[in-house]
């Protein structure tokens, strides 16, 4: 049987920036491609369709964990909501809200996050809700958001992340529907930011030496 999800290896190289467009100001910036615009749109498209399978005619509540999520989550809702047009006999009907998460000031040590933005979260109560996430990294931001939204009671909590990263020090969380599964690698692009820069760039792409060094924070 197939995996959940597209893999890709280490080995991998990706593809060239002169192949693609991107953005003057990013040019020299990047290592190579990782996961094209394209490429991206196709795996959502499926994801879209796995999810409205699962859920069926159930109202869902989708929320979207800014800022890295944006733009997964504008693009598998437009999709889901083109599902729901073109099914005569089912349909999902969806709320949306966004959250951001903060970490508490000075908790390097203990990682607490908090939950900021949206809509009051016992609003969730009785929700089925589906989490909407750019990148599962060690997996504990999640945990902790998952411990969070637990406490207000819904009806079932489900993540749909576009990326998860092999990554040494993971907790081993897993989210129910996983884009693509990537080396491990600092990547930018389609929402993610290094910095908060590159979000305005389609692909997702790995950031290269002379990028980390120009949009690095200096105190
Ligand atoms: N890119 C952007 N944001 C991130 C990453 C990444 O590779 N990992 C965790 N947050
Ligand atoms: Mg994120």
Known sequence: ???????????????????????????????????PWGLIQDRTERLARDIFQDVRDE???????LKGGYRFYTDLLEK????NRSHGSVSV?????FIRLKSYEN???TGEIRVVGGDNLNGLRGQNVLVVEDIIDTGRTMEKLLAILAKHGP?????ASLLVKRRPGSTGYRPDYTGFEIPD???VGYALDYNEYFRDLNHICVINENGKKKYAVTH
């Not at 109202?59 to 964990?65: E, R, S, Y």
């Not at 009806?155 to 993540?159: A, F, I, M, R």
């Open 93 to 97: 009907p969806i709320n949306v809200d």
């Open 155 to 159: 009806k079932s909590v489900k993540v």
């Open 185 to 187: 690698k600092f990547v």
């Open 59 to 65: 109202p869902l509540t989708a929320l979207c964990v």
């Open 107 to 109: 908790a390097e040590s």
């Open 1 to 35: 049987m197939s995996e959940s999800f597209i893999r890709i290896p280490d080995k991998y190289s990706g593809y060239a920036i002169s192949h693609f467009c991107v953005p003057k100001h990013y040019e020299d910036d990047l290592e190579d491609i990782m996961i």
């Open 80 to 83: 889901i909501t083109t599902l």
